[in-house]
């Protein structure tokens, strides 16, 4: 079914429902940016929110649709069911409660229908205040956590799993693109090319490839290090984030011992 035809078929099935209250689209259906490849996402407002009532109905209106192969009720989060139909299309459904409202805004919701105006209550965007600090401070020592291992994984000659840690740190430096960028709608994990410029398409795709041998293992981390950490270090200076100066010259030091590495880059 056409994704159109299938939001048209929801909505009509949930409008005359008395649990539901209020039907919005979020994510790329709600800004425009949605293609072939998009998931739907639904936010349902319920009375008693994400109950089983309301799960059960909701099924039921997605089975209209076609044949659902993948049910995931309420596992992920509480609140959230995802499906994926026999076509692979991807429904997922946020359920909340109208007093659970509060996060939301205007611009990142598209009414289908709205029995009590909740859309007209909500602030039309959200506030700019640049990134999470928390989270970037996280990041950051979660980068150099990770670059550290690489001795323990050289030390048990576990080259398999160890290139499990140039995901990770590949994971982290396109995260800190992203936000170097300050896209917003960022969408899944498949909408990169939108979130970040040519320059670091060029840095990703030049970083070598994660193989399960020492020398490999070695040079990958040294090349995610010197693209990754001068970058957070000025991103963090940007934002006034205390960067965490001991555990990366500890780890530098650990490195340095077992593995006779140096730092790849100069501290300004």
Do not use: C
Not at 4 to 22: G, K, M, V
Not at 148 to 174: D, M, Q, S, T
Request: proline share 6%; no cysteine; charged share 20%.
């Amino acid at each position: 079914m056409h994704h159109l035809e299938l939001i048209e078929t929801a909505s009509q099935s949930l409008h005359t429902n008395p649990l539901i209250r209020a039907a919005f689209l979020t994510g790329s259906h709600s800004n425009g940016l949605a293609d072939a490849y998009s998931d739907i996402d639904f936010l349902l407002v319920a009375s008693d929110g994400a109950s089983d009532e309301v799960a059960a109905l909701w099924r039921d209106v997605v089975g209209q649709t076609g044949e659902i192969v993948l049910w995931r009720d309420r596992t992920p989060r509480p609140a959230l069911i995802n499906a994926i139909m026999d076509d692979w299309t991807r429904i997922d459904a946020l359920i909340l409660k109208p007093d659970q409202m509060g996060l939301q805004t205007q611009s990142g919701l598209k009414p289908l229908f709205d029995h009590d105006g909740i859309f007209d209550s909500l602030p039309i965007a959200p506030k700019t205040q640049g990134p999470n600090p928390a989270r970037l401070r996280y990041q950051f020592e979660e980068f150099i956590k990770i670059l550290g291992l690489l001795h323990l994984a050289a030390g048990r000659k576990e080259y398999i799993n160890g290139v499990l840690g140039v995901f990770h740190l590949r994971n982290l430096l396109v995260d800190l693109l992203i936000e170097e960028t300050g896209a917003p709608n960022r969408g899944g994990v498949l909408h990169l090319n939108r979130l970040i410029t040519d320059e670091q398409k060029e840095l990703l795709t030049s970083m070598p490839p994660a193989v399960p041998t020492l020398d490999a293992m070695i040079t990958a981390h040294l090349a995610y290090a010197a693209a990754y950490l001068p970058r957070a270090r000025r991103m963090a200076q940007r934002w006034n984030i205390e960067w965490p100066d001991r555990f990366e010259e500890v780890t530098w030091l650990q490195l340095g011992r077992s593995l006779s590495l140096e730092r790849p880059y100069r501290v300004a």
